[in-house]
Structures are given as structure tokens and as C-alpha cells.
């Protein structure tokens, strides 16, 4: 790699790693805690508390026109041109702009939750919940905030600290108020006051940051605004389509599924974290892009590696989830939600497409500017997403919902892939991909032929011993099918050689993939 790429890959691999390790404690802590209350609430009461947030969710969607994205890219981009006064001029209008919209938000939704219980949920008897759960809001928009905002400043550390606040937090308030009787309103309570004390927490923080930039810019609010917006508008147009695409998903269920389906599917995809902390820290990448220019070498080459090494963690991670589903459901969940493992093999699948480079293309996309592109690409989710979900969960319920979630994301895969050829002239190398998948395949023959051998009668065990049967084999064929070469170890050793944590963790697997290629 140049030394302009190895400089910014390393600055990224910093926040990716305080990503990777405050997603990664924050995702423990949160799958303790959505256990517990999974549990105490049971898959009825788990799935009303689920649709609780359906309409909240539906009207964060709508109130930010893009203005979060480009947040995080011009103050990425300002820090870089060493333009200060300007980054610090954005951070203070992108405040300033979610307060004042998440508080009428807040407010609306309050107002008109009962009407809203009534026609979107089709469960009058919710309306209380939905008042309650209108809260979130305003704090999951300041919450989301500082994210963006510590992304844009290389902050990462800040990402990781209110992530894990909000993650124990919640873990400890929610279950406490269930068994204290409040049941399905405490599991709701114990949500909101998670993110408002990650705020409070990390604006601590933050305003340390923020007083360290130095003066701010002379740049008016409405000027500020009106570049975000230009910038940002085809995500929020995108981001729009995605929430009535979700939302859409659950209102569809919410008439032709019962609360108890619903729930089962609620804990498939909460369990989707556990692959979703691997694709996380790519997040990183956002202003990664930011800083390298279209149509350079450094661009193509940031791509590829960025493409090989998702995949080289993600898809091997998906494949073992597909294979032991009902172990980590039952493990997490226990036996009562019975269709929650084919929920989860089929709610995961998609992310096997990361070795096209379905994890990297957003960030490619909106990190170079190339916003309508990401439009494009959700508008073709989006189009074949909602006719499919209405016919297929009509027909077949939950499923057929997962199938459509399957067929509109494999279409928008494929304009993705069309459109940055086209535009940006990327390609991925399909050689290493192809060796990737097959390593991953062949990796859990092992624990399909020897089932009844990896047996054993507690489903925390079967999950610690199969899955680390599984990525030993994984590992061992990495090498042995060249997918992993010297230089990638090289590239690899080179980004954690300053995080202590993540080197102990990753030198032994460099060390003994190192001593295989020897060898082969």
C-alpha cells in the first residue's frame, strides 16, 4: 500500500477497533439483557413490547434529511483539510437541527399514539405502549448524534462508551422493572432510560472534544443546512424508502402473525447481532473513502482489501450461525421460541453476499459523494421488497417475509455491483471471494458428519465446542487454499500493531497462519 492509504487505513483501523471492541462488550452485555427479558416476558409478551417501537422507528425514519450522514463525512472531510473552524460550524447545526425536529417528533407521536395503535398496529389495546415508547425518539436522535459525530472527528472511543452505557443501562433496568411488575411497560421504560443516560454520558465526553476543535466558523445555520441536505438528501430519500420498508414489514405481520411469531421473529433478529458485530466497525470505512479520491489506484486497492477482509470475517461467521441456529437460539432464549432457529437461518443468509462487497459498497458510495447511487440501489430494495412482502407473508407468514427480505436485497446486490462498475470502475476479485465461500462450506462438513460426536447436553457448551471446531478447521484451510497470503498477514499485523487488546487476540491466528503457509 502507498503511504497516503496505509495512513489512512491505519487511522480507520483505530476507529474500527474501538468499534470492534465497544460493539463487540456492548452486544455481550446487550444479549445478557435481551436473554433476561426475553425470558421474563415470554413470545407473546416479547412481541408486543417488539411492536411497542414499530411507530417510533417509522417516524425516526422521516426527520433527518440526510443531515446524520453529512454530519459525519464534512467533518471527516474538514478535519482533513485541517479546516477546523468549519468542522466544528457542522457539529453545532447538526445539534442543533435534531433537537428542534426530535422534540416535535416526540410530541406528535404522543399525541396521536392511540390512532396509530389503532390503525398501523392493529391492536387498539397498544396505544399506552406506544405513548410511552414515543420517548424514544428524541433520545435515540441525540444518541444517534453523537455517533455520527464521533465518527466524523475519528472518535471512535466515544462510539464504543455510549454504546456500552446504553448497553448496561439497559441490561440492568429492564429486567429489574419487569420483576419489580411492571412487565411489558418496564422492559419499555428500562429501553428509553438506557439511551438517556448513554447521552447524558457521552455529551460529557463530547464537549470535551467539542471545546478542543477551536473557534468555529462563520458559516450561517441555513447554509450549513442547505449543503448537508444537498449532500445528504438522497440518503435520507434512501433512508426513507429503508424505514417504510421495515415498518412496512412489521405492519404486514402485525396482520397476518400472531404476537407470538412476531416475538420468535424479533429474537432472530436480535440474534442477527452476532453476526452484525463483525459488520459493525466497518463503519469505519465511511470516512475512509472520504479521503481518497475517484478514479485513483488507492480507491481500487482500498476496495478489494476492504471487500477480502470483511468477507474473510463475516462469511465464514454467517455460515456457522446458518448450521447452529437452534443452539444459539436455545442458548440465549431458551425452548419456548421454537421458530426462532429457521427465522435466524434464513434472517442471516443475506450476509453472505459481503464477498461481493454488499458491506462495503455504502460506505464506498456515500463516502465519495456518490449519494444517489446508495438512492438507487435502496429504491430497487424497495420496489421489489414491498409487493413481495404483502403476497408472500399473506401466503406463508413469517417466512414468507424472510423471503422477501432475500430476493429485494439479492436485486439491489446486483445493481450495486452494475453501478460501481459503471461509475467507479471497482472491482472485486472474485478468485479470493470464491475462496472464501468454499473454505467456509467445507469448514462445517465437519460438524454436520460429526454431530452426534460435538453433542453434548448443555447448549452453551454445544456453542463454545462447535464453534471453535469450526474456525479451526476455517483457519487451516485459509493457507492451504492460498485465500490468505503473506501479504495480507502483512496488511493485517500492520493495522493492530497499536491496540494491545486486539493483538493478543489476533497473534496467535496470524502466528499459526504464518507457520501453515510455511509449511503449504
Known amino acids: 500500500m502507498s503511504e497516503n492509504l496505509s495512513n489512512i487505513v491505519e487511522e480507520s483501523a483505530r476507529g474500527g477497533f474501538f468499534l470492534f471492541i465497544g460493539y463487540f462488550i456492548s452486544l455481550v452485555i446487550l444479549a445478557l439483557g435481551s436473554m433476561i427479558v426475553g425470558r421474563l416476558l415470554g413470545p407473546e409478551g416479547f412481541g408486543i413490547f417488539s411492536l411497542a417501537f414499530v411507530v417510533p422507528s417509522l417516524i425516526l425514519g422521516f426527520l433527518d434529511p440526510g443531515v446524520g450522514a453529512a454530519l459525519t463525512r464534512y467533518t471527516a472531510k474538514y478535519r482533513t483539510e485541517k479546516r477546523l473552524d468549519f468542522a466544528k460550524s457542522i457539529l453545532r447545526t447538526g445539534l442543533l437541527y435534531k433537537v428542534s425536529v426530535s422534540a416535535l417528533a416526540t410530541i406528535f407521536c404522543i399525541t396521536f399514539s392511540d390512532t396509530f395503535a389503532t390503525i398501523l398496529l ?9 405513548k410511552i415508547a414515543s420517548l424514544t425518539i428524541f433520545f435515540q436522535t441525540l444518541f444517534n448524534y453523537l455517533g455520527e459525530a464521533f465518527s466524523g472527528l475519528d472518535r471512535m472511543e466515544g462510539n464504543a462508551l455510549i454504546l456500552n452505557v446504553e448497553a448496561l443501562a439497559k441490561t440492568f433496568l429492564s429486567p429489574i422493572l419487569i420483576v419489580f411488575g411492571l412487565g411489558v411497560i418496564g422492559a419499555i421504560l428500562g429501553h428509553i432510560a438506557s439511551y438517556m443516560i448513554a447521552v447524558v454520558v457521552g455529551t460529557i465526553f463530547f464537549i470535551k472534544v467539542y471545546k478542543g476543535i477551536g473557534k ?15 449532500y445528504g438528501f438522497p440518503l435520507y430519500a434512501a433512508n426513507f424508502l429503508n424505514t417504510i420498508s421495515s415498518q412496512f414489514q412489521v405492519l404486514i405481520l402485525a396482520y397476518f402473525a400472531t404476537n407470538s411469531e412476531i416475538g420468535n421473529f424479533y429474537v432472530a433478529a436480535r440474534l442477527l447481532a452476532l453476526v ?5 466497525p466497518f463503519s469505519a470505512l465511511f470516512p475512509a473513502f472520504s479521503k481518497v479520491k475517484v478514479g485513483s489506484k488507492e480507491l481500487q486497492t482500498l476496495f478489494k482489501l476492504s471487500t477480502k477482509y470483511t468477507s474473510l470475517a463475516i462469511i465464514p461467521t454467517t455460515v456457522l450461525v446458518m448450521t447452529i441456529s437452534k443452539d444459539v437460539v436455545y442458548a440465549f432464549y431458551g425452548r419456548s421460541y421454537t421458530l426462532a432457529p429457521e427465522y435466524l437461518t434464513l434472517y442471516v443468509l443475506t450476509n453472505l ?5 454488499s458491506i462495503v459498497f455504502g460506505h464506498v458510495f456515500n463516502g465519495l459523494g456518490y449519494t444517489r447511487l446508495s438512492f438507487y440501489s435502496t429504491l430497487v430494495n424497495f420496489i421489489t421488497f414491498i409487493p413481495l412482502v404483502y403476497i408472500l407473508t399473506s401466503k406463508y407468514s413469517v417466512l414468507g417475509t424472510l423471503y422477501s427480505i432475500i430476493i429485494s436485497q439479492t436485486f439491489s446486490l446486483a445493481y450495486n455491483i452494475w453501478a460501481s462498475k459503471k461509475a467507479l470502475n471497482l472491482k472485486f476479485e472474485t478468485i479470493s471471494s470464491a475462496k472464501i465461500y468454499l473454505s467456509s462450506f467445507i469448514a462445517v462438513v465437519p460438524l454436520i458428519l460429526f454431530s452426534d460426536i460435538l453433542s453434548f447436553p448443555y447448549w452453551v457448551l454445544n456453542l463454545l465446542i462447535r ?12 493457507p492451504l487454499s492460498k485465500t490468505i497470503t503473506l501479504y495480507d498477514l502483512e496488511n493485517i499485523d500492520a493495522l493492530i500493531k497499536r491496540h494491545k487488546l486486539f493483538k493478543i487476540i489476533m497473534d496467535p491466528i496470524i502466528r499459526y497462519e504464518k507457520m501453515l503457509l510455511k509449511i503449504y
Open 467 to 478: 464453534g471453535v471446531a469450526y474456525f479451526m478447521v476455517y483457519l487451516t484451510l485459509l
Open 276 to 280: 452484525g458485530v463483525l459488520v459493525y
Open 353 to 357: 453476499y459481503a464477498g461481493f462487497g
Open 216 to 230: 468555529q466558523a462563520e458559516n450561517s445555520f441555513l447554509e450549513n443546512i442547505k449543503m448537508m441536505v444537498s
Open 122 to 130: 392493529n391492536r387498539p389495546e397498544l396505544g399506552n405502549f406506544v
